[in-house]
Protein backbone atom coordinates (compact mmCIF):
# COMPACT_ATOMS: atom_id res chain seq x y z
CA UNK A 1 0.00 0.00 0.00
CA UNK A 2 1.04 3.65 -0.53
CA UNK A 3 0.15 5.95 0.89
CA UNK A 4 -0.33 9.77 -0.95
CA UNK A 5 0.17 12.60 1.42
CA UNK A 6 -2.05 15.23 2.60
CA UNK A 7 -0.47 18.57 1.11
CA UNK A 8 -1.03 20.39 4.36
CA UNK A 9 0.69 17.83 6.81
CA UNK A 10 3.83 17.25 4.38
CA UNK A 11 6.85 17.19 6.56
CA UNK A 12 9.11 18.94 4.13
CA UNK A 13 7.22 22.21 4.38
CA UNK A 14 5.48 21.61 1.12
CA UNK A 15 5.42 24.53 -0.93
CA UNK A 16 1.44 25.10 -0.67
CA UNK A 17 1.62 25.72 2.80
CA UNK A 18 3.73 29.50 2.38
CA UNK A 19 1.28 32.22 0.57
CA UNK A 20 3.08 32.81 -2.51
CA UNK A 21 2.30 35.58 -4.43
CA UNK A 22 1.01 33.76 -7.56
CA UNK A 23 -2.13 34.37 -9.00
CA UNK A 24 -4.54 32.29 -10.57
CA UNK A 25 -7.32 32.82 -12.77
CA UNK A 26 -9.44 30.37 -12.21
CA UNK A 27 -10.49 31.54 -8.73
CA UNK A 28 -13.87 33.38 -9.64
CA UNK A 29 -14.44 35.51 -6.28
CA UNK A 30 -11.16 37.75 -7.32
CA UNK A 31 -12.18 38.22 -11.04
CA UNK A 32 -16.07 38.53 -10.47
CA UNK A 33 -16.87 41.69 -12.70
CA UNK A 34 -18.48 43.48 -9.88
CA UNK A 35 -14.87 43.46 -7.88
CA UNK A 36 -13.77 45.98 -7.44
CA UNK A 37 -10.13 45.58 -8.81
CA UNK A 38 -12.06 43.78 -12.13
CA UNK A 39 -14.41 47.33 -12.20
CA UNK A 40 -10.98 49.29 -12.51
CA UNK A 41 -9.37 47.59 -15.29
CA UNK A 42 -12.71 47.44 -16.99
CA UNK A 43 -12.75 51.40 -16.44
CA UNK A 44 -9.24 51.93 -18.30
CA UNK A 45 -9.85 49.69 -21.26
CA UNK A 46 -13.12 51.87 -22.27
CA UNK A 47 -11.34 55.08 -21.37
CA UNK A 48 -9.14 54.62 -24.22
CA UNK A 49 -11.66 55.27 -26.82
CA UNK A 50 -13.58 57.87 -24.94
CA UNK A 51 -10.78 60.18 -24.04
CA UNK A 52 -7.72 62.46 -25.91
CA UNK A 53 -4.49 60.87 -25.00
CA UNK A 54 -3.80 63.99 -22.44
CA UNK A 55 -7.28 63.21 -21.03
CA UNK A 56 -6.53 59.35 -21.27
CA UNK A 57 -3.12 60.12 -19.41
CA UNK A 58 -4.90 61.79 -16.36
CA UNK A 59 -7.25 59.41 -15.86
CA UNK A 60 -5.13 56.64 -16.39
CA UNK A 61 -3.22 57.87 -13.99
CA UNK A 62 -5.56 58.25 -11.51
CA UNK A 63 -7.40 54.72 -12.04
CA UNK A 64 -3.70 53.58 -11.89
CA UNK A 65 -2.95 55.28 -8.47
CA UNK A 66 -6.43 53.68 -7.43
CA UNK A 67 -5.34 50.21 -8.46
CA UNK A 68 -1.71 50.25 -6.91
CA UNK A 69 -3.21 51.41 -3.72
CA UNK A 70 -5.49 48.37 -3.47
CA UNK A 71 -3.71 45.45 -5.41
CA UNK A 72 -1.26 44.51 -2.50
CA UNK A 73 -5.04 43.35 -0.02
CA UNK A 74 -6.20 41.96 -3.49
CA UNK A 75 -2.80 39.32 -4.06
CA UNK A 76 -2.41 38.97 -0.59
CA UNK A 77 -6.36 37.65 -0.15
CA UNK A 78 -5.84 35.73 -3.96
CA UNK A 79 -2.41 34.19 -2.75
CA UNK A 80 -3.93 32.60 0.27
CA UNK A 81 -6.93 31.57 -1.94
CA UNK A 82 -4.55 29.60 -4.37
CA UNK A 83 -2.54 28.24 -1.12
CA UNK A 84 -5.95 26.78 0.16
CA UNK A 85 -6.54 25.07 -3.02
CA UNK A 86 -3.34 23.70 -3.78
CA UNK A 87 -3.16 21.34 -0.18
CA UNK A 88 -6.85 20.39 -0.92
CA UNK A 89 -5.23 17.70 -3.10
CA UNK A 90 -3.32 14.23 -2.68
CA UNK A 91 0.58 13.79 -3.22
CA UNK A 92 3.10 11.43 -4.07
CA UNK A 93 6.70 11.68 -4.12
CA UNK A 94 9.24 9.67 -5.09
CA UNK A 95 13.64 10.11 -5.58
CA UNK A 96 15.54 9.21 -8.00
CA UNK A 97 18.30 6.95 -6.41
CA UNK A 98 17.74 4.52 -2.86
CA UNK A 99 21.81 5.41 -2.50
CA UNK A 100 21.10 8.62 -0.83
CA UNK A 101 22.39 8.36 2.67
CA UNK A 102 20.45 11.96 4.10
CA UNK A 103 17.17 10.48 2.59
CA UNK A 104 17.87 7.25 4.43
CA UNK A 105 18.47 9.37 7.62
CA UNK A 106 15.42 11.39 7.48
CA UNK A 107 12.91 9.59 5.79
CA UNK A 108 13.41 5.76 7.17
CA UNK A 109 14.22 5.94 11.14
CA UNK A 110 17.79 6.52 10.27
CA UNK A 111 18.59 3.60 8.58
CA UNK A 112 16.42 1.46 9.92
CA UNK A 113 13.36 1.84 7.36
CA UNK A 114 12.22 0.48 4.34
CA UNK A 115 12.81 1.69 0.76
CA UNK A 116 10.93 0.60 -1.83
CA UNK A 117 11.81 1.09 -5.84
CA UNK A 118 8.52 1.45 -8.11
CA UNK A 119 8.34 0.96 -11.70
CA UNK A 120 5.29 1.75 -14.22
CA UNK A 121 4.05 -0.91 -16.61
CA UNK A 122 2.50 -0.61 -19.85
CA UNK A 123 -0.84 -2.42 -18.55
CA UNK A 124 -1.66 -0.72 -15.30
CA UNK A 125 -2.65 3.01 -15.48
CA UNK A 126 -0.97 4.37 -12.67
CA UNK A 127 -0.33 8.04 -11.53
CA UNK A 128 3.36 7.71 -11.43
CA UNK A 129 3.34 8.06 -15.32
CA UNK A 130 2.52 11.33 -14.97
CA UNK A 131 5.03 12.30 -12.06
CA UNK A 132 6.92 15.50 -12.96
CA UNK A 133 10.20 15.78 -11.77
CA UNK A 134 10.82 18.84 -8.79
CA UNK A 135 12.20 21.99 -9.46
CA UNK A 136 14.43 23.66 -6.66
CA UNK A 137 15.07 27.78 -6.10
CA UNK A 138 15.55 30.23 -3.66
CA UNK A 139 13.20 32.41 -5.19
CA UNK A 140 9.24 32.29 -5.69
CA UNK A 141 7.59 31.36 -8.44
CA UNK A 142 6.24 34.80 -9.57
CA UNK A 143 3.30 36.40 -11.05
CA UNK A 144 5.31 38.60 -13.67
CA UNK A 145 7.54 41.67 -13.73
CA UNK A 146 5.91 45.26 -13.19
CA UNK A 147 5.49 45.05 -17.12
CA UNK A 148 4.07 42.20 -17.49
CA UNK A 149 1.21 42.66 -14.80
CA UNK A 150 0.35 46.03 -16.32
CA UNK A 151 -0.43 44.25 -19.27
CA UNK A 152 -2.29 41.63 -17.77
CA UNK A 153 -4.28 43.87 -15.84
CA UNK A 154 -5.46 46.14 -19.17
CA UNK A 155 -5.59 43.30 -21.56
CA UNK A 156 -2.83 44.07 -23.71
CA UNK A 157 -0.94 40.40 -22.94
CA UNK A 158 -2.24 37.80 -20.89
CA UNK A 159 -0.51 35.58 -18.11
CA UNK A 160 -0.59 32.60 -17.90
CA UNK A 161 -1.54 31.97 -14.34
CA UNK A 162 -2.89 28.40 -14.64
CA UNK A 163 0.60 27.61 -15.41
CA UNK A 164 2.22 29.39 -12.63
CA UNK A 165 0.23 27.92 -10.26
CA UNK A 166 1.02 24.78 -11.58
CA UNK A 167 4.55 25.10 -11.32
CA UNK A 168 4.16 26.30 -7.80
CA UNK A 169 3.11 23.08 -7.30
CA UNK A 170 6.23 21.06 -8.32
CA UNK A 171 8.98 23.55 -7.01
CA UNK A 172 10.54 23.46 -3.82
CA UNK A 173 13.53 25.33 -1.73
CA UNK A 174 16.65 24.58 -2.84
CA UNK A 175 18.34 23.20 0.19
CA UNK A 176 15.99 20.43 -0.42
CA UNK A 177 17.63 19.46 -4.06
CA UNK A 178 19.54 16.69 -2.56
CA UNK A 179 16.32 14.72 -1.90
CA UNK A 180 16.35 14.54 -6.41
CA UNK A 181 12.78 14.15 -6.11
CA UNK A 182 10.19 13.62 -8.27
CA UNK A 183 5.97 14.44 -7.63
CA UNK A 184 2.47 12.98 -9.05
CA UNK A 185 -0.15 15.74 -7.55
CA UNK A 186 -3.80 14.91 -7.42
CA UNK A 187 -5.48 18.34 -7.00
CA UNK A 188 -9.25 16.89 -5.63
CA UNK A 189 -11.34 19.59 -7.27
CA UNK A 190 -14.43 17.40 -7.08
CA UNK A 191 -13.81 16.34 -3.78
CA UNK A 192 -15.58 17.98 -0.81
CA UNK A 193 -12.86 19.42 1.96
CA UNK A 194 -14.80 17.22 5.00
CA UNK A 195 -13.83 13.62 3.04
CA UNK A 196 -11.52 11.64 5.06
CA UNK A 197 -8.31 11.12 3.56
CA UNK A 198 -7.84 7.45 2.46
CA UNK A 199 -4.82 5.13 1.74
CA UNK A 200 -5.42 3.45 -2.33
CA UNK A 201 -3.95 -0.53 -2.10
CA UNK A 202 -1.66 -0.46 -4.99
CA UNK A 203 -1.20 -3.56 -7.67
CA UNK A 204 1.40 -5.80 -6.30
CA UNK A 205 3.33 -5.95 -9.58
CA UNK A 206 4.61 -2.21 -9.26
CA UNK A 207 6.74 -2.58 -6.46
CA UNK A 208 10.36 -3.98 -8.18
CA UNK A 209 12.56 -4.23 -5.02
CA UNK A 210 12.51 -3.43 -1.48
CA UNK A 211 15.77 -2.53 0.67
CA UNK A 212 15.98 -2.79 4.13
CA UNK A 213 18.30 -0.24 6.12
CA UNK A 214 21.80 -1.03 7.28
CA UNK A 215 20.71 -0.13 11.13
CA UNK A 216 17.21 -2.30 10.93
CA UNK A 217 17.24 -5.07 13.96
CA UNK A 218 17.57 -8.46 12.79
CA UNK A 219 14.01 -9.60 14.26
CA UNK A 220 12.57 -7.03 12.15
CA UNK A 221 14.17 -8.00 8.75
CA UNK A 222 13.47 -11.39 9.32
CA UNK A 223 9.95 -10.62 9.79
CA UNK A 224 9.65 -8.43 7.22
CA UNK A 225 11.15 -10.50 4.56
CA UNK A 226 8.09 -13.01 5.36
CA UNK A 227 5.74 -10.28 4.60
CA UNK A 228 7.28 -9.31 1.58
CA UNK A 229 7.58 -12.85 -0.09
CA UNK A 230 4.17 -13.08 1.02
CA UNK A 231 2.70 -9.80 -0.38
CA UNK A 232 4.93 -8.57 -2.72
CA UNK A 233 6.56 -12.57 -4.29
CA UNK A 234 8.06 -11.14 -7.27
CA UNK A 235 9.77 -8.03 -5.92
CA UNK A 236 13.43 -8.35 -5.42
CA UNK A 237 14.71 -7.79 -1.57
CA UNK A 238 17.81 -6.47 -0.57
CA UNK A 239 19.51 -5.54 2.93
CA UNK A 240 22.12 -2.19 2.91
CA UNK A 241 25.25 -2.15 4.07
CA UNK A 242 28.12 0.39 4.53
CA UNK A 243 30.97 0.30 1.68
CA UNK A 244 34.11 -0.21 3.15
CA UNK A 245 35.76 2.48 0.43
CA UNK A 246 33.78 5.15 0.19
CA UNK A 247 30.13 6.90 1.98
CA UNK A 248 28.16 5.20 -0.14
CA UNK A 249 25.87 2.27 1.17
CA UNK A 250 26.00 -1.18 -0.29
CA UNK A 251 22.97 -3.69 -1.02
CA UNK A 252 22.75 -6.99 -0.77
CA UNK A 253 20.52 -9.61 -2.69
CA UNK A 254 18.36 -11.84 0.64
Known amino acids: MVASIDPGEFADAFCARNCEMVLADSLPDY ?9 AWNFLREARERFSPDELKKVFREEADKLAATLPDHLE ?11 HAKILCVAEDVNNVVMWSHYAQEHRGV ?28 AGTALQLAEHFTGVKKIDLNSLVWETVFMKHADWSYEREWRCYWPLIREPRDVPHVDERENARIFD ?46
Open 115 to 142: AFKLKCLDDIDHPLIAARKVTYSDQYVE
Open 31 to 39: FDPHNRLHI
Open 77 to 87: KLSKSVATEMV
Open 209 to 254: SIYFGCRMPQSVIEEMTALCRDQLPNAHIFKARKSHTNFDLVFDLL
